[in-house]
């Protein structure tokens, strides 16, 4: 099936700096990523959905100003948690959607974040 | 308003045991069922995936089931293994869009 990677697995930064998540398809081409964030024990959540080469399609409560995201090739999404604060620490996970699969997401490994 | 109900919330069963969770759905129009496992720390990962002409799909100890009449699901675990124990979403797809419609996920645990 087809792969789909993210890095790092895990990050702890500061409060304050920003950190940025990478979201690969590693076997095929993805022109549409999906960015999601998981709290404990709880479903995963759409923040935004990443169109490569054009902006992102954020959803209702979520900050474009806060959460960056670049798809600036058919394999790369990228997130970036711009001044990261305590309340950003969780578990965010992106995928891929794979056309040639009856358009199936392929979901990456998830990246853990932890702002002190 | 697309909803999708899972239950039990969580589940613990012993080793070699079987066990059935439950997913029930309001998605509209429907495109496609999935059942996923995701293992703590991890991404949810395909177990099944089910259109609305499939009454029923196995992948080796996991066979999930559909009736889309009534628009529930289930998937059934046999001789269950201490690697099943993780949260089983059920995830319902409809043909309005590329959008997913997550259920909050059974917690299985197996134990010895």
């Known amino acids: 099936g087809a792969v789909v990677s993210q890095h790092p697995s895990w990050v702890i930064c500061k409060s304050g700096t920003s950190v940025k998540i990478e979201c690969r398809s590693l076997?095929?081409?993805?022109?549409?990523m999906f960015w999601y964030r998981q709290f404990p024990k709880k479903s995963l959540m759409l923040m935004a959905t990443?169109?490569?080469?054009?902006?992102?399609?954020?959803e209702q409560g979520v900050e474009k100003d806060k959460f960056l995201i670049n798809h600036a090739s058919l394999t790369l999404s990228t997130l970036t948690v711009t001044s990261a604060h305590p309340e950003d620490s969780s578990f965010y996970i992106c995928?891929?959607?794979?056309?040639?699969?009856?358009?199936?997401?392929?979901f990456g490994p998830g990246t853990r974040l932890t702002v002190l | 308003k697309n909803q999708v109900e899972q239950s039990p919330q969580s589940l613990i069963i012993l080793e070699g045991k079987n066990c059935t969770l439950q997913?029930?759905?309001?998605?509209?129009?429907?495109?496609?069922l999935r059942w996923y496992k995701q293992d703590t720390g991890r991404g949810p990962v395909s177990l099944t995936i089910?259109?609305?002409?499939?009454n029923t799909k196995s992948n080796g100890r996991y066979t999930a089931t559909l009736d889309a009449d009534t628009k529930q699901s289930s998937l059934h675990i046999t001789a269950s293994q201490l690697s099943d124990s993780a949260s089983y979403i059920c995830?319902?797809?409809?043909?309005?869009?590329?959008?997913?419609?997550f259920g909050k996920g059974t917690s299985l645990l197996v134990t010895p």
């Open positions: 995928s891929a959607l794979e056309v040639l699969a009856d358009n199936e997401q392929f």
């Open positions: 076997d095929f081409q993805a022109t549409t």
């Open positions: 990443s169109n490569e080469g054009s902006k992102a399609t954020y």
């Open positions: 997913c029930n759905y309001t998605v509209s129009p429907f495109s496609n």
């Open positions: 089910m259109t609305f002409s499939e």
């Open positions: 995830v319902v797809s409809s043909r309005s869009g590329y959008a997913l419609n």
